[in-house]
Nanobody, 122 residues
Framework: QVQLVESGGGLVQAGGSLRLSCAASGRTFSSYAMGWFRQAPGKEREFVATINWSGGNTYYADSVKGRFTISRDNAKNTYLQMNGLRPEDTAVYYC????????????????WGQGTQVTVSS
């Protein structure tokens, strides 16, 4: 149905930037909203950002507002531009897809990528 593959993670110094990409495939992808989540060792999964099917509406966690930007294109790609990175941003980042008609809640995200590691050093 929908397959997601993240890329772009890596090691970066505090204050630096990274751009994560999520490549999606599947015939129903265009009807899905997309989200980014992250999970640090020993901690629960945390919402980061979401974007609706058209790309016209976005929402961010308070912890990343003003620093991260979620976007999507017409080639089934979703991006997370991360600027001003901090050590507390260190986590495995996942992209996920949910039906656009559903609320932005964890329970509605049906498809997940394998994750990409982001490490921010001080």
């Amino acid at each position: 149905q929908v397959q997601l593959v993240e890329s772009g993670g890596g090691l970066v110094q505090a204050g630096g930037s990274l751009r994560l990409s999520c490549a999606a495939s599947g015939r129903t992808f265009s009807s899905y909203a997309m989200g980014w989540f992250r999970q640090a060792p020993g901690k629960e999964r945390e919402f980061v950002a979401t974007i609706n099917w058209s790309g016209g509406n976005t929402y961010y966690a308070d912890s990343v507002k003003g620093r991260f930007t979620i976007s999507r294109d017409n080639a089934k790609n979703t991006y997370l531009q991360m600027n001003g990175l901090r050590p507390e941003d260190t986590a495995v980042y996942y992209c996920a897809a949910r039906p656009n008609s559903r609320p932005n809640s964890l329970i509605w995200y049906d498809y997940w990528g394998q994750g990409t590691q982001v490490t921010v050093s001080s």
